[in-house]
């Protein structure tokens, strides 16, 4: 079992920075994908960011809505994995939950159901 504890949200000014943490609590963590969802009133659950295990390189993917803004990276060290949230809009207002994949995965999934464990959630609102 793994345990996932999501900080740093909270409210932020479009234009502004915002940085989300994940602390896992298991030490297979290295091995394992990560990756960011969001989901907002009436909409449908979205994986905005993902990154492979550091044996396959730690690549990283992007949602079209959030490339070029949001940047993951894990600190295999510290079993965390970071979103760093650059010029957000009000409409990256969300939940945002982080999850951990099944290990020694080749790509990073992009559906819900891929990932096994998840992180309470964190609210992120961004004031226009």
């Known amino acids: 079992q793994v345990q996932l504890v999501e900080s740093g949200g909270g409210l932020v000014q479009a234009g502004g920075s915002l940085r989300l943490s994940c602390a896992a609590s298991r030490g297979t963590f290295r091995s394992s994908t990560m990756s960011w969802f969001r989901q907002a009133p009436g909409k449908e659950r979205e994986c905005v960011a993902g990154?492979?295990?550091?044996?396959?390189?730690?690549?990283?993917s992007y949602a079209d809505s959030v490339k070029g803004r949001f940047t993951i990276s894990r600190d295999n060290g510290k079993n965390t994995v970071f979103l760093r949230m650059n010029t957000p809009k009000p409409e990256d207002t969300a939940v945002y939950s982080c999850?951990?994949?099944?290990?020694?995965?080749?790509?990073?999934?992009?559906?819900?159901?891929?990932?096994?464990?998840w992180g309470q959630g964190t609210q992120v609102t961004v004031s226009s």
């Open positions: 990154i492979s295990w550091s044996g396959s390189g730690g690549s990283t």
């Open positions: 999850a951990a994949g099944r290990r020694y995965a080749l790509v990073v999934p992009t559906t819900a159901n891929e990932y096994p464990y």
